[in-house]
């Protein structure tokens, strides 16, 4: 416990002060999410549910772990700002894990690791922004991107906050530890059905509706750039849903 500890000052150190990674887009301004089409004008509570998938591509099997459950957190007025307080179980269930962080029960999909696999989020409450991209000219997509609060003067008090997740892997020769941290970013999108969806995924911007050239973020393991964040699948029903959980408000994009 105290190695894992050790390294994540050492990852801490290094990284604190990184910037949010650009895009290729071209344009980009400040954006906001709508709650039944008007603008946001108190704190409004905000669920996203469904499941992401986290590897670490020089973890020796590279394991796939898939994480399903909500975060809980707040939309601030206005739209253009929010955080994640808690990440919760499939059950809505708040768990704390060992370092006294969020705990979730994962699977990995290749079998590396033994199942349950303890992923836990730490550094909460993580902060994000919305961003309206145009890469292409009159092609817009609108971006959900987690924030360095060092970097945001009006922010600076409130903490860090930079996401983090670490991971116990128990393998056939025992118990392998993983932390990852970065900063990065989701598109945001309407489907067909009117939910407000964020989905991580490597397409490029201008690919697709739902492409979002999210960034990887730092293992310890795997080194800087090595650990992705994706939703299980590339494709217009995959990423979270984005809702009220006390269902008074529809929640959109402008």
């Keep these: 416990m105290k190695k894992i500890k050790i390294l994540w000052l050492a990852l801490f150190a290094v990284f604190a002060f990184s910037a949010v990674a650009t ?3 071209a ?13 946001i004008l108190a704190l409004l509570p905000l669920e996203v549910t ?47 894990g060992e370092l006294g962080g969020d705990l979730v029960e994962c699977v990995d999909d290749k079998n590396v690791c033994s199942s349950p696999v303890d992923v836990e989020a730490l550094e909460l409450p993580w902060h994000w922004q919305i961003i309206l991209h ?17 970097e945001i003067e009006e922010l600076k008090e409130v903490g860090v906050g930079v996401p983090t997740y670490h991971i116990d892997c128990n393998t056939l020769i025992g118990l392998v530890e993983d932390l990852c941290e970065g900063l990065s970013s989701a598109r945001l999108w309407v489907d067909l059905m009117g939910h407000l969806r964020g989905s991580f995924n490597s397409l490029l911007l201008d690919e ?11 293992c310890i393991i795997g080194g800087m750039g090595q650990g992705l964040i994706e939703s299980p699948e590339d494709e217009e029903t995959s990423g979270g849903i984005f809702s009220d959980p006390s269902d008074n408000a529809t929640l959109t994009l402008t």
């Design 23 to 25: 895009t290729s887009a």
């Design 27 to 39: 344009f980009a301004e400040e954006s906001q999410i709508l709650a039944n089409g008007a603008t």
């Design 50 to 96: 469904g499941s992401l998938l986290l590897e670490d591509m020089n973890a020796t099997g590279t394991p796939d772990i898939l994480c399903s459950g909500a975060f809980d957190g707040m939309i601030e007025p206005g739209g253009t700002l929010g955080y994640v307080e808690e990440v919760l179980t499939s059950g809505k269930e708040l768990l704390e």
């Design 134 to 150: 145009e890469p292409l000219p009159g092609v817009f997509a609108w971006l959900l991107h987690f924030l360095n609060l060092l």
């Design 208 to 218: 697709s509706e739902w492409g979002a050239e999210s960034e990887a973020t730092d």
